[in-house]
């Protein structure tokens, strides 16, 4: 027996998506599609119709007509969210999850990504508000009115605490070449503490200052965080700067990182111009690792819809994590809640998982010019925000600002402040 029952009146595979991810994936309900509308206006459960023609004893929902078209819209659609809750909740929340604006021409920056300036939720005021949790809390309540009968919403706050492994380590691992012509330009930049720091970590004197995986994970936990480190998997390149992953020490961190929590493929840079790479990174990093890799998240954040998630999927890898802003924070997809992709051109569900993050320790540092203590505060505004939905708070870290090190002095008080305030 389900818990809710719904009948759409003009079915496609665009309304049976969203429906099914909001009543069902989101609520934690079994929720039960009805196709035939003689049987659904005998059904006495809760029940929501979306449709233009009300049932008796159901919640109504009146299509706008943005799930019966195909392909995808250039123009952004409307969101009419002034009121607090869009009048088609359905039609609003598959434009943000399927990223709809994405895939017409938008604003980018040098790598390709979407600028956070020219999103339609920050230029209307809601790019920091979980708004599809926020309007499903709504009607939910809107409906319980009309049926004291629906079950209470099955979700609970939870937090995912993620690191992009970019480096492996800053002194280990490098070539002699490297590692002298680093040391003549900390010596041209009146760098002597980091010439003699380099030293001392390559004599075993001192521990190298990016050496924070196994630091991190026990922070997570310390704080009952999911933990998960993201590993490139790739030859060294102008923008892919870790240590190959067949280097004695990588390999090391690799394997500590299977031991203490969950780890992903971080692909390369130009993984998302170049989607044959991805099987190979994979691969090395299941050789390395000796575990099937399901989850991933793109370098630079760089990928491009839909072609970066079938190829992902094609894979095998089941969570995708670049859900998130490279120049800002808040809720690229307007949501807290992991999502199945929609893929707009074949017009069908993916199996793949999109993972959204609300945080980023680079965008806050880099791109918003926040300093330590302006990042924490906003930081903890996106947990107040997720954790108001009953939502997942899902943080991305990088191992420069988790090392406390250098220009980064500062930033690693951030990640225990966050981490702590963000706890279950």
């Known amino acids: 027996m389900a818990d809710v029952y719904y ?23 079994h929720a039960e599609e009805v196709p035939r509308l003689d049987i659904f206006r005998s059904i006495s459960g809760p029940k929501l119709i979306y449709g233009s023609a009300p049932v008796e004893g159901a919640l109504a929902v009146v299509p706008e007509g943005l799930l019966e078209q195909q392909g995808h819209r250039h123009e952004p659609w409307e969101l009419a969210v002034e ?20 895939y017409g021409p938008i604003g980018r920056d040098e790598h390709g990504r979407p600028l956070t300036s020219v999103l339609h939720a920050a230029r209307h005021g809601f790019l920091e508000r979980p708004v599809v949790d926020e ?50 330009r900390d010596l041209l930049k009146g760098r002597p503490g980091r010439v003699l720091d380099r030293f001392a970590v ?21 704080n009952q965080a999911g933990a998960i480190i993201n590993f490139i998997a790739a030859r060294r390149g102008r ?22 929590g969950g780890i992903g493929l971080h692909p390369s840079y130009a993984s998302s111009d170049a989607p044959a790479r991805f099987d190979t990174e994979k691969a090395w990093l299941e050789a390395v690792s000796g575990q099937p890799v399901r989850r991933s998240r793109q370098h630079y954040l760089r990928m491009q819809l839909p072609g970066t998630m079938r190829a992902l999927e094609g894979l ?13 924070v808040g809720f690229r997809a307007g949501t807290c809640t992991p999502f199945p992709f929609f893929d707009l051109i074949a017009d069908e569900q993916s199996t793949l998982m999109v993972h959204p993050f609300a945080i980023m320790d680079s965008a806050m540092a880099y791109k918003l010019k926040l300093s330590p203590e302006q990042a924490i505060l906003k930081a903890n505004q996106l ?32 990640a225990r402040e966050v981490l702590a305030y963000a706890r279950p």
Do not use: C
């Not at 009121?83 to 604006?101: N, Q, T, V």
């Not at 499903?136 to 409906?143: C, G, M, S, T």
């Not at 997720?386 to 250098?406: K, L, N, Q």
């Open 7 to 29: 009948h759409i009146e003009r079915p496609g595979p665009r309304s049976r998506y969203i429906l099914a991810h909001l009543l069902g994936g989101m609520t934690g309900w």
């Open 83 to 102: 009121a607090g809750l869009p009048h088609d909740l359905f039609s609003a929340a598959f434009f943000l999850l399927s990223r709809m604006e994405e």
């Open 135 to 184: 309007w499903l809390q709504a009607v939910v309540a809107r409906w319980r009115g009309k049926d004291p009968r629906l079950p209470p919403l099955r979700r609970s706050y939870s937090h995912t605490a993620t690191m992009d492994a970019d480096n492996g380590a800053m002194f280990l691992g490098r070539p002699w070449w490297r590692t002298w012509g680093s040391t003549v």
């Open 202 to 222: 390559l004599a075993g004197t001192k521990q190298d200052p990016y050496a924070v995986h196994g630091p991190f994970v026990e922070l997570a936990r310390t």
């Open 239 to 260: 923008f892919d700067h870790a240590i190959p992953l067949g280097d004695p020490y990588m390999s090391a961190v690799v394997h500590r990182a299977v031991q203490q």
């Open 316 to 328: 095998g890898i089941r969570e995708e994590h670049s859900m998130g802003l490279a120049d800002g």
């Open 383 to 414: 947990v107040d925000a997720v954790r108001a939905v009953e939502g997942t708070f899902i943080s991305v870290w990088h191992e420069r600002f988790i090392s406390d090190y250098g220009d980064e002095a500062g930033w690693g008080r951030v």
